[in-house]
């Protein structure tokens, strides 16, 4: 008999219905465990999880901790990211998924300089080993071996012309996965598990601790509606922080958390020839990245981040107008460095909330928005909440999620 299937398990109740959230069920759901999901929005793996480009992080962009905290703890989740999701769901197609390799360009007033960038490129590639030590799974990136981890880019192809100059630029084997069909295929797995139960439209109004239980309080369809869980890990993106305070009886509210509301626009252009993924750093600048299906995704920071705040948003945030002006000029900025950019068709623009610790924007060197290092479980008897931190980490914190709670549970632990 499963473990799932045992008369006295815990019910556990999952909030938010991401990449998080999902990735936690998919690892009760590999021991046999049972799991009721709850996501607030009419579908799941439509908020933060998919309007963005999909990158699963090497640690280049976050050059600025010069701790190598972020970097290291980027290369974990990086090397644990398909080994775990493949030991949970069967193996799944990536090579359909991923995208060549990301060539980073130096844009001018950058917060660090290309000479900088190398020496943090290379002392991070020293530290791989060290990273990649106690993974609970043999580490891999997406079936291949990191072996040379980054160079000085030899060709101009594919860089941005920016100020009648090609940008200094890196090549690296850093890659991004199409997150629409990614998503798209967990959702299936999660869907087809006799051990998850997804509910959508479900949104925690209230959330107390009765003894060694909880009571949730739930808004579904229009009816309000009350639950009880022995166990409840909060995976909600924008409102974990709120649904927090309420269990521990906290009333001030977290101010070192930053909500920035950042757009992805995806277009289709007439020729791709020379167009490849690029990240411009270091600062507050965007990305290009090409998808085997012909689509693009943009994003251009002095456009696209449009809020900024250390309260959550509270307006509606799809007005189609705004978003087509998103979209135009953000194409407009992006075509006048990336030719092949000209004339593209605009297929959609999104927003997508970032939820971090920063109280300045990442124009600021000392922001710290610029360090991911401190994410994942946190809390216990019987509620846990999961800070992301990044896509790239989602399945590593779901892993040590689910064996703190066993471990809690006094069931023992199980190889992932």
């Known amino acids: 008999m499963s473990i799932g299937q ?19 069920a998919l690892a009760l759901a590999a021991r046999g465990i049972d799991s009721t999901i709850l996501e607030s929005q009419p579908n799941a793996m439509r908020g933060a999880s998919f309007g963005n480009e999909g990158k699963i992080h090497l640690g280049f962009v976050y050059a600025l901790d010069q701790s190598y905290q972020t970097g290291q703890e980027m290369l974990r989740g990086a090397h644990s990211f398909a080994p775990l999701l493949d030991s949970w769901c069967g193996p799944l197609p990536w090579h359909e998924w991923r995208s060549s390799g990301f060539r980073y360009a130096v844009m001018p007033g950058s917060l660090a300089s290309p000479d900088e960038l190398e020496n943090y490129y290379e002392q991070l590639r020293i530290r791989i080993p060290e990273s990649l030590e106690s993974l609970p799974v043999r580490p891999s990136y997406f079936g291949q071996d990191i072996s040379w981890m980054w160079e000085r880019a030899r060709t101009h192809t594919g860089s941005p012309f920016v100020n009648g100059h090609f940008a200094p630029c890196f090549d690296t084997e850093e890659i991004s996965i199409d997150v629409r069909m990614f998503s798209d295929a967990l959702l299936k797995k999660v869907n087809d598990s006799p051990h998850i139960a997804l509910c959508t439209n479900s949104r925690v109004n209230t959330a107390k601790r009765s003894g060694n239980t909880f009571t949730l309080d739930l808004e579904s369809c229009c009816k309000m509606n009350t639950i009880d ?41 007439r020729t791709s020839h020379s167009l490849r993924p690029v990240t411009m750093v270091q600062g507050p600048y965007g990305d290009v990245t090409p998808f085997k299906d012909g689509t693009v995704f943009l994003s251009w920071y002095p456009e696209c981040r449009t809020y900024f705040n250390q309260s959550p948003p509270t307006s509606e945030l799809d007005d189609t107008r705004t978003l087509g002006e998103i979209a135009s000029r953000t194409l407009n900025k992006m075509s006048e460095m990336f030719p092949d950019l000209e004339n593209a068709e605009i297929v959609s623009c999104k927003p997508g909330i970032i939820v971090a610790e920063g109280s300045s924007d990442v124009d600021d060197p000392g922001s710290k928005l610029h360090q991911r290092a401190i994410s994942g479980p946190s809390g216990g008897n019987g509620w846990w909440s999961v800070d992301t931190g990044k896509l790239t980490l989602a399945p590593l914190h779901a892993h040590t999620t689910v064996q703190l709670i066993l471990k809690e549970l006094s069931i023992g632990k199980t190889a992932a």
């Open 229 to 269: 869980a022995d166990i409840v890990i909060n995976c909600a993106w924008m409102d974990r922080a709120r649904l927090d305070r309420l269990v521990s009886g906290e009333t001030q509210q977290d101010s070192c958390l930053s909500y920035r509301i950042k757009h992805g626009v995806i277009v289709r252009p």
């Open 6 to 24: 045992t008369s006295c398990m815990p019910k556990i109740i999952i909030i938010g219905a991401g990449i998080q959230g999902l990735s936690v």
